[in-house]
């Protein structure tokens, strides 16, 4: 190898590196071959030392040059970098080379270099059969200069962004929030959890328009009340399970019926594709590298918990008979929060809806193909991860995993502030401690007073932005109970939350948060325990958006976008990053399908051409908002762009180029266990005694800490939470309001001397 070169890769395939005589300028040139392949690449790298790699400086950027030739169409410039701390690991693939027989010039711009980096390498990785010949490499630092950043708003806006409470209201009890690939949001309530409603036969949906701040109101055919919903790969909304029934005293729980519908944003309307093969109320739904759904866990049709996985397949439009899919006869719970990982396997990070997590550690790697889940350790209170929050922090290439707050419907603590990260590039994947969620207000029935101790939030939303932070806003101390208003952005290169302005709507159960195209944020719904719903929509304006002009992608050559390609837009003025952000489907604090995929650059003045990854699983096929961001950090307006499905996928296509990693879990693997029907699953699984008042009002069968197990301490609470008059359903009263047993709660007769 030629000084400061060294051999590098990893996988089963065979291949050779050579010196050659066919050199782009002077007498020698590397190449590197590859004549089979099963996994994995071979690679001519700058040698990883203090004598080699280039010295580079943290926050710029850095233009990476080459000429080539190549015989295969699966090469790519693979960069390295250097942690001061954790050593030399990979960072991205930035560009597929397309196939020349000639000498040809490549470049492009890495990302800006992360805090704690000092060196990087870089090469040319083979990851199929064929060749690739390189020589003439080279490497300049951009200096762009800041633009000046001027403040549109006061002070304290262009410093923490600004709420406004739209004028019209939300006409539907929507708790679950789809962006649309037109720019709509579909809000879709169902019977929003009514009895009313239910019995009525009166389900709804919302789309509403943000460019116009109206609504159309959507015939909705069944109960969609905490059903799955994800975007297909050709912009279509996938609709599963939901509410065939609201739990009965004395009898069963909520049950989750097998119909599933898909939503067309074109004509507005659902049609109905074939059943599930189970019932599954607050199932998952991950779009996986091919376009084909999995989803897991939620209730049955007899309120028992489904132990059967389901998945939708792409390629046939519809959900895959039972013996066509891998089972591990498990029950994931409700809305589990499965996040696909670079090489296909799921992540579960521990979040879910209601009560304990599963059992074991809290979270775990499912490789659905070999049909086997490695425990991952380090979840701290795994048990207190009820409605938390998990997103792939950005930029998806570094796989690592953000888990906030939570707390447990069944034991009912003051919810936590805990914060957990996961690098699912280590060797060994763990999570290791993050910063604690800032503490805002909480109003406990006597108006807002400051956090104290230990106290979080359940309930979070956790939206990923266009300038690579991660806004975390609204949700509450207790069961259904007790808003918290505080909203604060993380930033995953400095590991640390900067509080910002709050919402001043209560956004607890039911609540969701979403980015909208233009950059903005929408915050939807509340339905705290006394079965009332908040219709106010507040919109977030984060501080990017006061800082003067915004870019502009003035054109985008092509929005049809397909796996390794090079797509060509120009700006109107300089830009330093742009990346792909999948549109929200988001409810219960869950939406594992949340990422912003990283494009790196190649700059010409006002063209930029984006390196789009070759990695489906990187970034499932679906449309995508495409943002192009300043050196402020300010994103233009988002375009949509629509990275191409199966038909990028052929099966004679080699797998995408994917590095080692998590390769050596060191947790328990569980085979699939035996063939059952179902898991057992309390009635009182949503954390409510139905002994009191209507279905949707929520008496929670373990009161807060400090409210003591009498009947006065309790039916005090129950008034400062505005429940109203509560009839006791059936004979029995178990927390105790209605001592004098006149079928009423919290009665005259029930508070004396009691």
Request: net charge negative; with cysteine.
């Amino acid at each position: 190898m030629p000084s400061c070169w060294e051999k590098s890769g990893w996988g089963d395939n065979d291949f050779s590196f050579a010196t050659v005589t066919d050199a782009h300028s002077g007498s020698k040139a590397m190449k590197v071959t590859l004549t089979r392949r099963v996994d994995g690449d071979r690679k001519a790298l700058i040698t990883e030392s203090a004598a080699c790699a280039p010295v580079v400086t943290v926050g710029k950027q850095y233009d990476l040059g080459l000429f080539y030739k190549t015989t295969t169409p699966d090469a790519a410039i693979t960069l390295f970098r250097h942690d001061t701390t954790a050593g030399w690991q990979y960072w991205t693939d930035l560009k597929t080379l397309d196939m020349a027989a000639a000498w040809t010039p490549a470049t492009v711009r890495t990302p800006a270099v992360p805090a704690g980096t000092d060196r990087i390498t870089w090469g040319v990785s083979v990851y199929g059969t064929g060749s690739a010949t390189t020589d003439d490499y080279t490497m300049e630092q951009v200096s762009e200069p800041i633009p000046p950043a001027t403040c549109t708003g006061t002070a304290d806006e262009c410093a923490n962004g600004k709420w406004t409470v739209l004028p019209t209201q939300n006409p539907v009890r929507s708790m679950h929030s789809v962006v649309l690939n037109n720019g709509k949001v579909l809000l879709i309530a169902g019977s929003g959890n009514s009895e009313e409603n239910f019995a009525a036969g009166t389900f709804t949906s919302a789309v509403y328009n943000p460019a116009t701040g109206s609504y159309k109101v959507i015939p909705t055919p069944k109960d969609m009340f905490c059903a799955g919903h994800v975007q297909l790969a050709d912009g279509r909304v996938l609709v599963m399970s939901g509410n065939k029934a609201f739990p009965v005293v004395g009898g069963h729980g909520y049950e989750g019926y097998k119909d599933s519908y898909v939503f067309d944003p074109v004509t507005e309307t659902y049609s109905r594709t074939n059943d599930l093969n189970d019932g599954h109320w607050y199932p998952s739904a991950t779009e996986l590298g091919n376009g084909d759904i999995i989803s897991f866990g939620g209730l049955r049709e007899d309120s028992s918990g489904s132990v059967t996985a389901e998945r939708w397949s792409n390629a046939q439009q519809q959900w895959l008979p039972l013996w066509q899919v891998n089972q591990t006869w498990s029950f994931w719970g409700l809305y589990p929060s499965m996040i696909l990982m670079q090489d296909g396997r799921l992540f579960y990070s521990g979040s879910h809806v209601f009560g304990n997590g599963t059992p074991g550690t809290g979270s775990a790697i499912y490789d659905y193909d070999a049909n086997t889940t490695t425990a991952v350790p380090g979840l701290r209170n795994k048990d207190e991860r009820d409605q938390s929050a998990s997103v792939l922090l950005p930029p998806a290439q570094d796989q690592k995993v953000l888990t906030l707050g939570g707390g447990n419907i069944d034991s009912n603590p003051a919810a936590n502030r805990l914060t957990d990260i996961i690098d699912l590039k280590a060797a060994s994947p763990a999570y290791t401690m993050g910063p604690p969620i800032p503490q805002g207000t909480v109003d406990l029935g006597n108006g807002k007073v400051a956090q104290t101790g230990a106290q979080g939030k359940m309930y979070v939303s956790a939206v990923l932005l266009p300038d690579g932070k991660v806004l975390e806003t609204g949700g509450g101390l207790h069961n259904r109970a007790d808003p918290v208003f505080e909203a604060s952005l993380f930033d995953p290169a400095t590991s640390a939350f900067d509080p910002v302005a709050a919402d001043p709507e209560a956004r607890g159960y039911h609540s969701s948060a979403f980015l909208l195209p233009d950059g903005r944020v929408m915050a939807t719904g509340d339905n705290p325990g006394n079965g009332t719903w908040n219709h106010n929509v507040s919109i977030y304006t984060p501080p990017y958006l006061l800082k003067g002009t915004r870019p502009t992608i003035t054109s985008v050559i092509d929005n049809e976008w397909v796996y390794g390609d090079t797509q060509r837009i120009t700006v109107d003025r300089p830009v330093v990053k742009a990346e792909l952000i999948r549109p929200a489907a988001v409810t219960h604090s869950s939406d594992p399908n949340q990422r912003f995929v990283d494009l790196p650059l190649s700059v010409d003045g006002n063209n930029v051409d984006l390196n789009v990854t070759s990695n489906p699983n990187m970034a499932p096929p679906g449309w995508y908002m495409l943002f192009a961001v300043d050196a402020n950090g300010v994103p233009s307006v988002a375009k949509w762009v629509h990275l191409q499905g199966p038909s990028a996928l052929a099966a004679d296509t080699p797998s995408a180029h994917v590095h080692a990693f998590a390769d050596s879990p060191e947790g328990a693997v569980t085979e699939p266990g035996g063939k059952r029907t179902s898991q057992k699953v309390s009635t009182t699984v949503s954390g409510c005694d139905r002994h009191y008042g209507t279905v949707n009002v929520c008496v929670p069968t373990v009161f807060p800490e400090g409210v003591k197990k009498t009947t006065v301490s309790r039916c005090a609470w129950l008034k400062k939470n505005d429940y109203g008059r509560l009839r006791i359903n059936g004979e029995d009263d178990p927390l105790g309001l209605d001592p004098s047993g006149d079928g009423l709660a919290c009665g005259k007769k029930d508070l004396i001397r009691r």
